[in-house]
Structure formats: C-alpha cells, structure tokens
C-alpha cells in the first residue's frame, strides 16, 4: 500500500510538473525597428544578472546554462549519476529589414556534460512573459500603467506597482491602494489571470474606471489606455559632413617673447591631430625657416596651396616630448554630427 502511495504521488508530481512546463514549440517575441545586435547584448547582461553562465554568443544565438536547484526538478530530471540536472537556454535572432524575431528553446539537461545527456523541452509561461518583457523594453506597450498583486485582500487587488506618468500616475492612484471593482464590478468573484484580460483587452484610447476602497469612502478613477514609451533608446543617427577647404588642421596665436609660435587648437581628424599636436605645443620653425622671421604674407604663402599641400613644422620640446618634425598634408575634415 506503501509503495502505490509513493507511485501515486510521484506520477501526480510528474503530472503537474509536465502540464506547467512542457511545451512542443519555442516561445516567439518579434521586436519593431532595433537591430539584432542590441537586442542580443540586452538578454546577454539580463542573464548573467540571473545567474547564469554564457555557453555561446553570436550573431544568430546567445545561449546559457545554470544548475537546477529546485528539488522536485532535481527528483524528476536528476540520476544516480549526476543528481543535479542543468538548466539551457537558447535565444535565436533572426532579422527581416529592421525588425527581429527571437524564438527561445529551453532545455532541461539531465547528466548535463556527460555521454548520458539527456534533453527534455521544457518552458512555461514564464518564459514567454520574459520575450513579451524585452519586446516591451525595446517596443513599448500599451498599458493603464499600474500592476496589482496576485491575490486578494478583503476581496480587494492591492496595487502594487504605478508606471510614472502613466495613466494611473495621471488618475493619482498610488502603490497600495486597494481595488474593489472595475467598470463598476466588484471583483470578489475575479482572481489574477481575470484580472490580467481586463487590463490587456481593448487598444489605447480605451477607458476603465477603477474604484478604490477607503476607510470612509470609495473613489473612482477613470484611466485611459496609453502607450507606455520603451526604456530603450535607440542611439542617435550620425550624419558626416565635409569641411568646405581642405586644412592642415590647427589655429597658432602670436610670436611670444621666446621666439615660438603656439598651438591654440587642433581640428579633430585633421592632419595636425593625426600627427599628435596638441594645444600647447610651440612651433620653433616653419619649413625650415624660424617663425620669428615671418611676415604676415610669407606665413600666408607657406600655408597656401590646395588638397595635398603640405608643411614641415618642428615642434619645440615640453615635458613629455623632444624637439620633433612633423610633416602635414591639407586635407578636407570630416566630421561627425549626431541628429
């Protein structure tokens, strides 16, 4: 009798544990507008936040490990040989245009690393919540703005979560209020998953009046669906231009009393940054002749010339530098504006 009683549970556990958790096809989240590589940097910190440990990463796949420590998953998927089953992950990016479908497969493995493995497909509902999550992350979502507690209190939803700005935000309810009905229904007969459809059906725009309970009175707030915007922001579009003249690429002030020339400003990309002038620096001479010797109309005849033109200046010694020549060539800058 002892051991039917044994079996019985056991098949009840294996039961309950494969009606939750198994599932035959991949979980799927298509993301609007963002580029793969983003998406895949996301899940890869998101993970390793978890806990888990990377097995591979590139650019159609990241994929994670990390031991089962939950016991009836140990019993269930554990073996004489290695009693701790792991747990695998695997996110497939795929991209069409500018937007990207990631299908998760997990796997629970049992004698994980061995010449035993042996794989079951496991996921639950969990797991698809997590794709729906990241497209929120990156797409936005339309919402009421708040969340409520999984069970009731005096036949009332606790809020347990408000959106900032949101439309409850707006309605000003606050964490802790407690719900009693919705469009004017009590909810004592509603339990979570009831709850989730109300606030999921209809588009933005859509209203629904949530009366709270107070200690003297009721009050109803009407809110009204709206876009709650991505946490994600995408990185600004550069837009490259082309200076009108080709330069050499620095601005000198005047003559000091030691017979130098100084370095005011360097163009960044220009040949005098590529050769590593810096503001500061001095010039002791311009194509071999001392810049105390120039006139405002030979200094201008050396810096003449088109695309290609070059000059030979020696730069003085400093602190961190020799005496050195450097050559520059004319050249058009192009530089990097963020739209």
Request: charged share 25%; proline share 4%; glycine share 6%.
């Amino acid at each position: 009798m002892k051991k039917l009683v044994r079996l019985i549970t056991l098949v009840s556990l294996l039961f309950v544990f494969t009606n939750t958790c198994i599932a035959n096809t991949p979980f799927v989240v298509d993301i609007e507008d963002v580029d793969k590589k983003a998406i895949a940097e996301f899940i890869v910190n998101d993970m390793v936040k978890q806990g888990f440990n990377i097995i591979n990463t590139n650019e159609y796949q990241v994929s994670f490990r990390r031991d089962v420590t939950n016991f009836w998953a140990q019993a269930l998927y554990g073996s004489q040989f290695n009693s701790t089953p792991e747990l695998r992950t695997y996110f497939n990016l795929s991209q069409s245009g500018v937007n990207t479908r990631i299908t998760a497969d997990i796997k629970v493995v049992t004698n994980p690393n061995s010449g035993f493995e042996n794989y079951t497909v496991v996921t639950n509902n969990k797991w698809q919540e997590y794709l729906d999550g990241i497209k929120k992350y990156f797409n936005g979502y339309s919402s009421y703005g708040f969340t409520c507690s999984e069970k009731k209190q005096d036949d009332c939803f606790k809020i347990t979560e408000i959106v900032p700005g949101g439309p409850a935000d707006k309605a000003e309810l606050k964490v802790g209020d407690m719900i009693s009905k919705l469009n004017g229904a009590t909810v004592e007969d509603l339990n979570k998953k009831k709850i989730d459809k109300i606030f999921i059906a209809g588009n933005v725009g859509q209203e629904l009046r949530v009366t709270t309970k107070g200690p003297l009175k009721e009050t109803v707030h009407v809110l009204t669906k709206a876009l709650i915007p991505p946490a994600y922001k995408k990185p600004a579009e550069v837009s490259l231009s082309k200076s009108n003249t080709p330069v050499f690429g620095f601005t000198n002030g005047q003559v000091d009393t030691s017979s130098l020339m100084p370095i005011i400003a360097v163009t960044l990309g220009s040949s005098a940054d590529k050769e590593g002038l810096k503001a500061g620096d001095k010039i002791m001479s311009i194509n071999g002749i001392p810049v105390s010797e120039y006139n405002a109309k030979s200094f201008s005849e050396a810096f003449s010339g088109g695309e290609d033109a070059k000059v030979t200046l020696v730069i003085a010694p400093n602190d961190e530098n020799a005496e050195r020549t450097v050559i520059l060539t004319k050249s058009f800058v192009i530089t990097k504006t963020e739209l």
